[in-house]
């Protein structure tokens, strides 16, 4: 949280003098690769083979804790849209972007690493399963949020409605998570935890190989923490730096 909070706390002033990179920054950009490193290492080599995917269930390492990454940034978009909305401080709006954005990439992280697993288990690059179907959905409603935001010239009302929209936009990222616990129909694999769901295809077994939970629990630290606070920790200096350019500008245009 400490992270979270001082991501956003970037200049109040955009035209002042950009600040200086914070040292838990610098610390976030050394630890964060060499976490990322070491996830990988515990995925492809201390990670036993699955008997029955094999290879590519190592993917899963990567799809699973990228999942739980966007969910981390866009509720990092929530909370900047409601701390927007009462204080109208632009900070607010610099994390809430921030967290769309990092929480898209991830997303897609965990999208394509979920059709390269599904291509030779289930014999296709993409089916319509409600947890695929909800999160494309998911997907498609956060580019529409940088769309609205990329449609409205003045600043006010483009953080005004962003805001809104981003808090709106969670309850697809809800009903992603918990959609494989209400549809008994779906055939996406429910890894963690009890399931209405009795035998997906494609689902592996965590007890039965060695390794899986460590790498799985190792993969979750970059993924799930370190990458998403440190993206958007950068992307909320670069908004604030943008800000400050574009006031510069119209200051100048002003003369």
């Not at 940034?73 to 954005?101: C, M, P, Q, S």
């Not at 394509?112 to 993409?126: C, Q």
């Not at 009903?175 to 035998?199: A, Y």
């Not at 970059?222 to 500008?249: F, N, Q, S």
Request: glycine share 6%; charged share 15%; hydrophobic share 55%.
């Amino acid at each position: 949280m400490t992270a979270v909070k001082s991501m956003s706390l970037s200049t109040a002033d955009p035209a002042a003098a950009a600040p200086a990179r914070p040292r838990l920054l610098t610390i976030l950009t050394i630890v964060t690769p060499i976490a990322l490193v070491i996830s990988l290492y515990v995925a492809l080599f201390v990670a036993r083979t699955e008997v029955d995917q094999g290879d590519v269930q190592r993917l899963f390492y990567i799809h699973l804790p990228a999942f739980f990454g966007g969910f981390f940034a866009f509720t990092a978009t929530v909370v900047g849209g409601i701390a927007y909305l009462r204080t109208r401080n632009a900070k607010w709006d610099r994390l809430a972007v921030a967290g769309v954005e990092v929480g898209l990439a991830l997303s897609l992280i965990n999208l394509l690493t979920g059709m390269f697993w599904a291509r030779p288990i289930w014999n296709t690059w993409w089916t319509w399963d409600p947890r695929l179907t909800a999160e494309a959905i998911m997907v498609l409603t956060y580019f529409a949020y940088l769309m609205l935001r990329a449609g409205i010239d003045n600043a006010d009302t483009r953080r005004r409605f962003a805001a809104i929209y981003g808090v709106l936009a969670f309850t697809t990222v809800i009903i992603t998570l918990v959609i494989t616990r209400i549809r008994p129909d779906t055939i996406h694999p429910v890894v963690v935890g009890p399931s209405v769901q009795t035998e997906a295809q494609g689902m592996f077994d965590i007890q039965a190989t060695e390794g899986v939970r460590l790498a799985l629990y190792t993969g979750f630290i970059p993924w799930a923490v370190l990458i998403p606070v440190t993206l958007m920790w950068y992307r909320v200096r670069l908004e604030a730096l943008a800000e400050r350019a574009a006031l510069l500008k119209s200051r100048l245009l002003e003369r």
